[in-house]
C-alpha cells in the first residue's frame, strides 16, 4: 500500500497539524434572553443552564463572557402579555425593555458586538412574525414594521440587525430605512434560510411566543427544499446583507455547504434551542459526552462553511476551556 491516511492521525501532533477547521470564540455569538424588573435570572426549563436576565443582570453577564473571550451577543426579549399588541408596537417603543437593554450593553461595552433580532412575534398578540389579518400574513404591510423595528435597534447602538421574520423583500427595504436615516455603517445579518422547523420550541418557551394559532409554514420555509434556499441567498445578497444566515443548524448542513459555495458572504449557523436541548436533555441522562458532542456539533458546522455559529453553548464552552 503506498497511501495509509492512518499515518497522518498516528499522534496527537501530527492529527493537530493536519486538522482543517478550527473552532474560535471569535466565530461565536451567544444568545440571550431579557425580562422586565431588577435581578431577575430565572431558568429556561426546556434549556438547562440558560437563563432570561432583567437589564442589570443581563451587563453582568454581558461582563462574564467578555472576560472569556466571547464578545459577540444576541438579544431576545421576553414580553409581559399585556404589552403585545396586532402591530407589535412594543417593537419601537422608545422606553421598551428591548431597546434599553441595547443601549445599556452599548453603553456599559461599547466594544461588545450587539446583533439584534427583527421580527414581530415576541411583541404580537398573535405570535406571529407579521402583521396577521382575514386568514393571513401580510407581507408589505409588515415591512413597515419591521423597517421601525431596525431603526430602533440602530439608533439604540445595534451593530448588527439580525432580520428573522422571512418576509419578502426586508432585507433591501431595511437597507434603506438604515442608509436614509445616516445608518449605513449598521449590518444586516439575514435569516436567509430559515426553516419551518420543530426545533424552535424551546425559544418559544423561553420568550413565551409561540403562534396564538397556525403555524409559520407560509413564511418560513419547507424543511424538505435545498434549491428554496438560492432564491432566498440571490435575493438577500441582491438586497444587501452582510452575512446569510442558515437555522436551524444540525439537521440543515447540506444548506450552509450549499450557500458556502455559492456565495462569498460570510454565513452564520443558527444552532437552535431545540439543539441545544436535546444535547443536555441527553448528557443529564448520561447518554452523551458533553464536551465530546458539543466541540463535534460546533465543528461540523465549520467544516460546513460557517464563519459565525449562534449557539447557547458559547459561554460553556470557553468557561470549560473545551475549544
Ligand atoms: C423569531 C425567532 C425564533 C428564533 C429566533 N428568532 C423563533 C421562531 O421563528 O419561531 C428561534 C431561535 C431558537 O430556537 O433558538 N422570529
Known sequence: ????????????????????????????????????????????????????????NLLREVE??????????????????????????????DESLYLRA????????????????????PYSSDGHDGIFENGEILNDETLEVLGKMALAHAQSGADIIAPSDMMDGRVGYIRKVLDDAGYAGVSIMSY????????????RDALNSAPKFGDKKTYQMNPANQREALIEAALDEAEGADFLMVKP???????????????????AAYNVSGE??????AVQNGWLNEQRSV???????RRAGASAILTYHAKEVLLNKWL
Request: glycine share 4%; hydrophobic share 40%.
Open 102 to 121: 441595547i443601549r445599556a450593553v452599548k453603553n456599559e461595552f461599547p466594544e461588545s458586538c450587539v446583533v439584534t433580532d427583527v421580527a414581530m412575534d
Open 295 to 301: 466541540t463535534e456539533v460546533l465543528a461540523s458546522f
Open 64 to 93: 462574564s463572557c467578555m472576560k472569556l473571550g466571547l464578545n459577540s451577543f444576541d438579544l431576545f426579549p421576553n414580553i409581559d402579555e399585556a404589552l403585545k399588541d396586532k402591530y407589535a408596537t412594543e417593537g419601537h417603543r
Open 249 to 267: 443548524g444540525l439537521p440543515y448542513l447540506d444548506v450552509i455547504k450549499l450557500l458556502k459555495d455559492n456565495t462569498e458572504l460570510p454565513i
Open 276 to 281: 441545544y436541548a436535546m444535547i443536555k436533555a
Open 192 to 203: 436567509t434560510a430559515k426553516y419551518a422547523s420543530a426545533f424552535y420550541g424551546p425559544f
Open 1 to 56: 500500500m503506498l497511501q495509509r491516511p492512518r499515518r497522518n492521525r498516528k499522534s496527537e501532533v501530527i492529527r493537530q497539524m493536519v486538522q482543517e477547521t478550527h473552532v474560535s470564540a471569535a466565530n461565536l455569538i451567544f444568545p440571550l434572553f431579557i425580562v422586565e424588573g431588577e435581578n431577575q435570572k430565572t431558568e429556561v426549563s426546556s434549556m438547562p443552564g440558560i437563563f432570561r436576565y432583567s437589564v442589570d
